[in-house]
């Protein structure tokens, strides 16, 4: 059984020096300061980043080209509702905390980048990768992780978008469900750790008032259809633009509470 982790998890080493992939998704997130405001008269753009792996980017391997969610997403919102995104294939969210400040891919200083106006809401799909790591050292029913140990890195890139300060702008953030994957399918200890840490974020998310933090499972499962790669891990491009349509209610309903 041990000898299936290669095929899969060979695409989570870190790619923190794939420029390629940081400059394509950063332009993305740059373009958000160059929208136009609005024309006089009218409100100004809800404005909504994407933040996480290469579930965020829209890698669909051995595709060349990114399928960010991000953009069906957008087609399926409002017309005064801009969205952007920025994705790091092979980056856990244990790395990404790291990285909050950094000016190229942290998110802190993404979201504290964007004004005028600010970004209404966050959503942070990460963690798949952080289940790879954790699990494919184990045996396919053996060992056990803490689980707020494992979930600490993700709450904690929520926290870091709740506490940037916009005067009486209230930043939002929305958790995605870490998703299935043929890994999980082939290791119980895999398969358990994503449904006891996607229960945490959402208890987390749960004990903000106000609903400044949600929570959503990632809508639909694993399986081995049009939707995901043949890497058992990535989704298809129809798979992405599935992800962001089935996205778009919960992000409405979301909106519909901004200031």
């Known amino acids: 059984m041990l000898m299936m982790v290669r095929p899969i998890f060979s695409i989570l080493l870190s790619l923190r020096h794939n420029h390629l992939h940081h400059q394509r998704t950063h332009s993305i997130l740059k373009s958000m300061s160059n929208d136009v405001i609005s024309s006089e008269g ?114 904690n890139l929520h926290k870091a978008c709740l506490d940037i300060t916009k005067g009486e702008h209230k930043i939002r953030t929305l958790a995605v469900g870490i998703p299935g994957s043929a890994w999980q399918q082939m290791n119980s200890s895999a398969s358990k750790l994503a449904a006891d840490m996607n229960s945490s974020i959402q208890q987390f998310a749960q004990s903000y008032p106000d609903g400044l933090v949600s929570y959503t499972d990632f809508p639909f499962p694993y399986e081995k259809n049009d939707l995901w790669c043949s890497d058992g891990l990535h989704l298809s491009p129809e798979g992405y633009k599935r992800l962001g349509n089935d996205l778009a209610p919960v992000v409405k309903q979301i909106l519909e509470r901004c200031n």
């Open 42 to 155: 009218t409100l100004p753009p809800k404005r909504i980043f994407c933040y996480g792996d290469s579930l965020t980017a829209g890698t669909a391997p051995p595709i060349y080209d990114l399928f960010p969610y991000g953009q069906s997403l957008e087609s399926e919102l409002e017309n005064d509702v801009v969205v952007r995104w920025r994705g790091l294939p092979g980056w856990t969210a244990q790395t990404m905390v790291e990285y909050l400040d950094d000016g190229n891919v942290g998110l802190r200083a993404a979201v504290n980048g964007i004004d005028n106006p600010p970004i209404s809401l966050v959503i942070i799909l990460a963690g798949t990768n952080d289940i790879g790591f954790l699990t494919s050292s184990m045996t396919p029913t053996g060992g056990a992780t803490d689980i707020d140990d494992a979930v600490k890195p993700i709450v």
